[in-house]
């Protein structure tokens, strides 16, 4: 049973146009996410999160918005660079139950084309 | 700043062996998570390690077990390998910020080979 899924495997973006990634989630005691940026032989690299109690927090280029009553974030970047080129997981946490692990989604693979 | 640690970078086991892992958090973070990623998959939560105690822990047999020393480094232990034990295995320090972040950061990780 998957909590989070990122239902796009894939996602091929023009250089300077804007990247949307989708994540949707089923457990309603998550209250926190989070996305990740992960290279090839790297670990993953914290990119940005929200708390519940918002609806959208705002990184430079990164944006990620929160729509809780359709269980559902998406992750903008604006505008894409080559070098943004990887695979995005988007995790999840249930802090207000006391549980501090992230349950991650499979990840979506961003190719930003020059 | 050190960032997360962990060593060795790949290895190689024969099923039925031990393996250790290690990894030494990033300055000034008490809490160390493993976590398993299969090829093609998500990270997976392994357990978490808080100040020495464990603090939480994913569906994992009893095999997998852990150690979180003094310093915040912390070891992973994985008894009777399996061939489906070959991952790789990330480790994540963290600490809460006074905002109310808690934001993991991951090491490199270590790639098991079970053959």
């Known amino acids: 049973d998957q909590q989070v899924k990122q239902n796009s495997p894939s996602l091929s973006v023009q250089e300077g146009r804007i990247s949307i990634l989708n994540c949707d989630y089923t457990?309603?005691?998550?209250?926190?996410f989070l996305w990740y940026k992960k290279y090839p032989a790297e670990g993953p690299t914290f990119l940005i999160s929200?708390?519940?109690?918002?609806d959208k927090n705002e990184d430079g280029r990164f944006t990620v918005f929160l729509n809780k009553s359709a269980k559902h974030l998406s992750l903008h970047i604006v505008p894409s660079q080559p070098g943004d080129s990887a695979v995005y997981f988007c995790?999840?946490?249930?802090?207000?139950?006391?549980?501090?692990?992230?349950?991650f989604g499979k990840g979506t693979k961003l190719s930003v084309i020059p | 700043e050190t960032g997360v640690t962990q060593s060795p970078t790949h290895l190689i086991k024969t099923r039925g062996q031990q393996v250790t892992l290690r990894c030494s958090s990033q300055s000034g973070h008490n809490t160390v998570s493993w976590y398993q990623q299969a090829l093609g998959q998500g990270p997976q939560f392994i357990f978490q390690y808080y100040r020495e105690e464990e603090n939480g822990r994913g569906n994992f047999p009893p095999r997998f077990s852990g150690l979180q020393f003094p310093n915040y480094s912390s070891e992973l232990n994985v008894n009777a390998l399996e061939l489906d034990d070959s991952a790789l295995y990330l480790c994540a320090s963290s600490t809460w910020r006074t905002s109310g972040g808690y934001e993991q950061y991951f090491g490199p990780g270590t790639r098991l080979t079970v053959t």
């Open positions: 929200i708390s519940s109690i918002k």
């Open positions: 995790a999840a946490s249930a802090r207000g139950a006391g549980s501090y692990q992230l349950t």
């Open positions: 457990n309603s005691m998550f209250d926190y």
